[in-house]
């Protein structure tokens, strides 16, 4: 089966990064949120490991961002600027999510080295690492140190403000955590785009019988 090379090795570091460190992140975290009733490690302990694993992951953030910015990979995340064009890619790739899988239709969306991402998940990972990422990382740092931060704390409505709005995107990144692993997994083998992110090379099916697409 011919292979395209998707990932570069920039890339596919901050992807292992970023997941251990999310899942770190979240296992930390549910210890603060829920002390005395998780007895996974000392309070102390996942208040230490939470602050430091949060700015590896945030300096983790910048190296992708930089790389996306000045190298032409940055076409991947590049929007589809046309309203039906997109919702019709992305009704297509929703009726294949939801029944056309389970009666092995093709998946409708064929990847490509600037095309890696269906139009699902280009609109999914455009929010998510260009908004709910940042604020993430914006109101931990602000929840790090409440007194030095304290005036833009109190700028975005309080303590509690910011802490709900921390909460709920983490939240919603547990979710993200369950569901990421599952649509890996649909790929022509289970393991076949989990084992591209460690070599970089995605495995795909040349329909037209010309090589290895490019």
Known sequence: MPSIYVHPL??????????????AMIA?????????LIDLMSFKTAVVLHNWI???LIGNFFIW???????????????????AKHFRASFRQLKYYGYGIFKGEPNPHHISVYQKFNAMQSM???VIM????PLQFYTGVLLWDVK????????LGGVRAVDTAHVLIFIFFVGFIFIHPYLASLGHTRTAHFKAMLTGYEEVEDEAGHGPLR
């Open 10 to 23: 920039p890339v596919r570091i901050w992807h292992w990064i970023n997941a251990f460190g999310f899942v």
């Open 28 to 36: 930390t975290g549910v210890q603060i949120r829920y002390v005395g």
């Open 54 to 56: 949060g700015f590896v």
């Open 65 to 83: 961002f930089l790389f996306y910015l000045f190298s032409d990979k940055i076409k991947v995340y590049h929007p589809e600027l046309s309203p």
């Open 124 to 126: 999914t990972y455009q």
């Open 130 to 133: 260009l908004l709910l990422v």
């Open 148 to 155: 030095r931060f304290s005036g833009m704390i109190d700028a």
